[in-house]
């Protein structure tokens, strides 16, 4: 079965979320499971990282400036990434810019199958 | 209905096209008149080598079509208030890219030099990359703005903004 989380979430001027999927329904994988995170921002200067129970996936990569709701495949961010059961999901976002932006977050999660 | 040209009335209609044409080459070749990019979002003004430099030195990352680089409110999306806040300037609504649509204008030389608030330019990306001027422009823009609810956000706290005079003076 596949989950999808998706928000926006605005972020400050020169600050960074630690971790913006937070509070979310599936923050922690509901199963072992092969995730992909999509993104964008509404302008260039986000810079995103991915952190899977406790492991990092990711280093921190810009976002791209396309200002929409991610669009499946062009904005991904990175994919193909393993979550075992209860491991957090950390996608934290740093603004490098003296002006808030928006973020915009896709995350899907197929689980694999025993 | 509209009257039928003659024959000898086409001509001179094809001709004077020609000829008016020829003059304002003429005329952007000996520097009297310039031709300037316009956004159709804010009405700022764009270098004349916008189009040429897309890519290159213009619109970094914001893909082949050639687009305005203004940015402009998100209002949609709320105030963004950070944690660990260290500058009430911090505390504004997100911007976003316009992506408007940029026009070119055919303009005299000698009125960009005296009318420098007629002809306003666009802060380019390239000479502004972390926004500390951009943000700044638009922040207050979003303060004076009455229904845009910032001036009163920054209340919140017991602390009430009314201007941006008051902002300006207040250190934490």
């Not at chain 1, 921002?41 to 996936?57: C, P």
């Not at chain 1, 990434?81 to 002006?99: D, K, M, R, S």
């Not at chain 2, 003429?26 to 890519?55: H, N, T």
């Not at chain 2, 893909?63 to 944690?83: D, M, R």
């Amino acid at each position: 079965m596949k989950v999808v989380m998706q928000e926006t979430v605005s972020i400050a001027a020169n600050s960074t979320n630690s971790n913006v999927v937070s509070g979310q329904k599936y923050e922690r994988s509901p199963g072992d499971a092969v995730g992909a995170v999509y993104n964008t921002g509404s302008a260039s200067g986000l810079r995103a990282s991915l952190n899977v129970g406790g492991l990092a996936v990711s280093d921190t990569i810009n976002v791209g400036a396309a200002n929409r709701t991610p669009v499946v495949p062009d904005d991904l961010l990175v994919d193909e990434w393993g979550a075992p059961e209860g491991a957090l999901i950390q996608l934290q976002v740093e603004n490098t810019t003296a002006g808030a932006l928006v973020y915009q977050w896709r995350i899907e999660l197929v689980e694999i199958p025993d | 209905m509209a009257k039928e040209l003659t024959k000898n009335e086409k001509l001179i209609r094809d001709l004077k096209s020609i000829t008016d044409s020829s003059k304002l080459k003429d005329d952007i070749l000996s520097g009297e008149k310039v031709q300037l990019f316009r956004c159709a979002g804010s009405g700022l003004y764009f270098p004349s080598d916008y189009l040429e430099m897309w890519g290159r030195k213009y619109g970094l990352g914001l893909g082949p079509v050639v687009v305005s680089e203004c940015l402009e409110t998100e209002w949609q999306a709320g105030v963004a208030i950070p944690k660990d806040i260290k500058s009430p300037t911090q505390i504004m609504f997100p911007l976003k890219q316009g992506n408007h649509q940029v026009d070119a204008y055919i303009v005299k030389s000698a009125d960009i030099v005296n009318f420098q608030k007629e002809y306003q330019f666009a802060v380019l990306i390239f000479l502004d990359a972390f926004m500390e001027k951009r943000a700044g422009i638009i922040r207050d823009k979003q303060l004076r703005n009455k229904n845009g609810r910032l001036a009163a956000t920054m209340g919140v706290n017991g602390m009430h903004f009314s201007s941006i005079d008051m902002l300006a003076n207040y250190k934490i």
